[in-house]
């Protein structure tokens, strides 16, 4: 095997080229922060010497010499948080090789026909990507608690290895088969190649180093001379990072085109038609965590087999859309899943931190933050989510027109004939007060629960990546409104709570989905018109003048 791992691609040349063009802004700098010791040094030998006399060059030596001790603390202060700063990590699950030793012979085999250095490690993450990442910074040797798994799976370990950490994402090893990952991750893999060479593994270095430092002088919580000294070093770190953005965006693109390039060699046929497997993966993947696994955290529960549900996700995809047809065909052949020892566990610990990325969930299972399985899905998530929605819905509508300082009266009975009667009587206009009451209690329901992880909790300051703006008093209403009606179905017409896997909670009414219900609703918020819904209540057999039971 090669030491570098660079051979002839037509990318490593221009990678290295835009390496040494960072580095040279480097070595600007740090003759930028010489230049006056040099001066002085001069200064301070001639006059050893006596070529310099008089009080005009004691001056000017003094002075150069005062500025070139000002001009070295301020260089050395800056080099210390650049060098000190932690560079961001990707919150992963890490597998060892002895929770998937054919996964890790997989990408040594893949390495050894790619002539390239074998990743260090593999780690997980909850996304439809892969890539490289470096982890060889001093900060990165202590393991941290990102991707903790709820069964002991072990976090991301920290490493000081020259090989960077292989990160695959999760939903790709349950719905790729063997020979598509392999296809897959070998112009990843082949990354490893130009990483391995000095000048471009000391560029990504210093780019990795501004970066952090630019973060660290941007964030809060530092104490006065703490921000003064900050305020000195995050400009400095800016102009850096701008002198060398473009040359480093150029770097990393003929790092990529040098890998692609010696990655033809390895099942590029395969790969092809396995590229359009990742974006079908991505759309039953994004599917699943809007649709379905966020209605789930939203109640506290947390669906425990993401990466499982994502092959059925994708399979009622390819039932359902004719471009996607014959993908299903590829579940007879080997899954990738199969190259971990314990796949089940491993997709619990990647569900798991799906939820701390997309949610904000806690870090571990607790009695407010429960694992559910898709089995019961429909009675513990689905008909909690109906009920809790129905129930705030008429403690909304009891609670208006109540004056303040007078007692409020009774109850009314929890009917959906009641919820028609005040929208239809308002002609779809003064819905919008029963909309912000909801949207209000929302609030406040959200704002009691517990806070988002601080930074520290999280191991690595990585930021929430919300999978939804927030709900509109609108969108709230209609959620509201039509969970009513899934409670009255349930309780009066024999219905039941279901799970669609690209949609999320359903209603099914003789074991088939009534998928026609949204529509009904909207013409009644919008247009006050009821009698579309009061027709599709009638064929379903609902009858809307008896109480639901709310939770």
């Known amino acids: 095997?090669?030491?570098?791992?660079?051979?002839?691609?037509?990318?490593?040349?221009?990678?290295?080229?835009?390496?040494?063009?960072?580095?040279?802004?480097?070595?600007?700098?740090?003759?930028?922060?010489?230049?006056?010791?040099?001066?002085?040094?001069?200064?301070?030998?001639?006059?050893?010497?006596?070529?310099?006399?008089?009080?005009?060059?004691?001056?000017?030596?003094?002075?150069?010499?005062?500025?070139?001790?000002?001009?070295?603390?301020?260089?050395?202060?800056?080099?210390?948080?650049?060098?000190?700063?932690?560079?961001?990590l990707s919150p992963t699950v890490e597998l060892a090789e002895s929770s998937a030793p054919d996964l890790y012979r997989l990408v040594k085999d893949l390495a050894d026909r790619l002539d390239v250095p074998a990743p260090s490690a593999?780690?997980?993450?909850?996304?439809?990507?892969?890539?490289?990442?470096?982890?060889?910074?001093?900060?990165?040797?202590?393991?941290?608690?990102?991707?903790?798994?709820?069964?002991?799976?072990?976090?991301?370990?920290?490493?000081?290895?020259?090989?960077?950490?292989?990160?695959?994402?999760?939903?790709?090893?349950?719905?790729?088969?063997?020979?598509?990952?392999?296809?897959?991750?070998?112009?990843?893999?082949?990354?490893?190649?130009?990483?391995?060479?000095?000048?471009?593994?000391?560029?990504?270095?210093?780019?990795?180093?501004?970066?952090?430092?630019?973060?660290?002088?941007?964030?809060?919580?530092?104490?006065?001379?703490?921000?003064?000294?900050?305020?000195?070093?995050?400009?400095?770190?800016?102009l850096l990072l701008r002198g060398c953005r473009a040359h480093a965006a150029e770097m990393e693109r003929g790092v990529a085109a040098a890998a692609s390039e010696r990655a033809q060699t390895v099942d590029y046929g395969l790969r092809i038609v396995a590229q359009e497997q990742v974006g079908l993966a991505y759309a039953g993947w994004d599917r699943l965590l809007t649709r379905v696994a966020l209605p789930a955290w939203r109640m506290g529960r947390w669906p425990s087999r993401l990466d499982a549900g994502v092959v059925s996700a994708l399979t009622e995809l390819s039932r359902r859309d004719r471009l996607a047809e014959g993908f299903a065909s590829?579940?007879?052949?080997?899954?990738?899943?199969?190259?971990?020892?314990?796949?089940?566990?491993?997709?619990?610990?990647?569900?798991?931190?799906?939820?701390?990325?997309?949610?904000?969930?806690?870090?571990?299972?607790?009695?407010?933050?429960?694992?559910?399985?898709?089995?019961?899905?429909?009675?513990?998530?689905?008909?909690?989510?109906?009920?809790?929605?129905?129930?705030?819905?008429?403690?909304?509508?009891?609670?208006?027109?109540?004056?303040?300082?007078?007692?409020?009266a009774a109850p009314a009975a929890p009917t959906l004939a009641r919820v028609l009667e005040y929208l239809a009587g308002q002609g779809g206009r003064d819905g919008e007060a029963l909309a912000a009451g909801i949207e209000a209690e929302v609030a406040v329901e959200e704002a009691a629960g517990p806070p988002l992880p601080s930074a520290d909790a999280w191991g690595d300051s990585v930021p929430l990546f919300p999978l939804q703006p927030p709900r509109t008093g609108r969108d709230l209403l209609a959620d509201h409104v039509t969970a009513m009606v899934c409670c009255a179905a349930v309780d009066t017409a024999g219905a039941a709570p279901g799970l669609d896997w690209l949609d999320g909670p359903a209603l099914l009414v003789d074991g088939e989905r009534k998928g026609d219900l949204g529509s009904r609703v909207l013409a009644l918020l919008e247009e006050g018109d009821v009698e579309p819904l009061r027709r599709w209540l009638v064929g379903v057999g609902v009858r809307a003048e008896k109480p639901v039971r709310l939770v």
């Open 1 to 88: 095997m090669s030491g570098s791992g660079m051979g002839g691609e037509a990318g490593a040349r221009s990678a290295r080229s835009r390496a040494l063009a960072v580095l040279r802004v480097r070595s600007r700098a740090l003759a930028f922060a010489l230049l006056p010791a040099a001066v002085a040094v001069v200064l301070l030998v001639a006059d050893v010497q006596g070529r310099i006399d008089g009080r005009g060059w004691d001056t000017a030596r003094w002075a150069v010499t005062g500025a070139a001790a000002v001009v070295l603390l301020a260089a050395a202060v800056v080099t210390a948080v650049i060098v000190r700063a932690r560079p961001a």
């Open 122 to 238: 593999i780690a997980l993450t909850p996304d439809c990507d892969s890539w490289l990442e470096d982890r060889t910074h001093p900060a990165h040797s202590v393991r941290g608690r990102l991707g903790q798994g709820p069964r002991g799976i072990p976090g991301v370990r920290r490493r000081t290895d020259a090989a960077p950490v292989l990160v695959i994402g999760s939903p790709f090893l349950w719905w790729m088969r063997v020979g598509e990952l392999r296809a897959i991750l070998a112009p990843v893999v082949a990354g490893t190649g130009p990483s391995a060479h000095p000048d471009i593994a000391s560029a990504r270095r210093f780019v990795r180093g501004l970066d952090a430092a630019v973060a660290v002088t941007s964030g809060p919580g530092a104490g006065r001379g703490a921000r003064l000294v900050l305020g000195f070093v995050g400009p400095v770190a800016r």
């Open 330 to 408: 590829r579940l007879g052949e080997r899954p990738a899943c199969d190259l971990l020892e314990e796949p089940g566990v491993a997709d619990e610990a990647a569900s798991l931190l799906a939820a701390r990325l997309f949610h904000g969930g806690p870090a571990e299972p607790g009695p407010d933050w429960s694992p559910v399985d898709w089995q019961h899905y429909p009675e513990e998530v689905v008909d909690r989510k109906w009920r809790a929605e129905a129930a705030r819905l008429h403690r909304v509508l009891d609670g208006m027109g109540t004056r303040p300082g007078v007692e409020p």
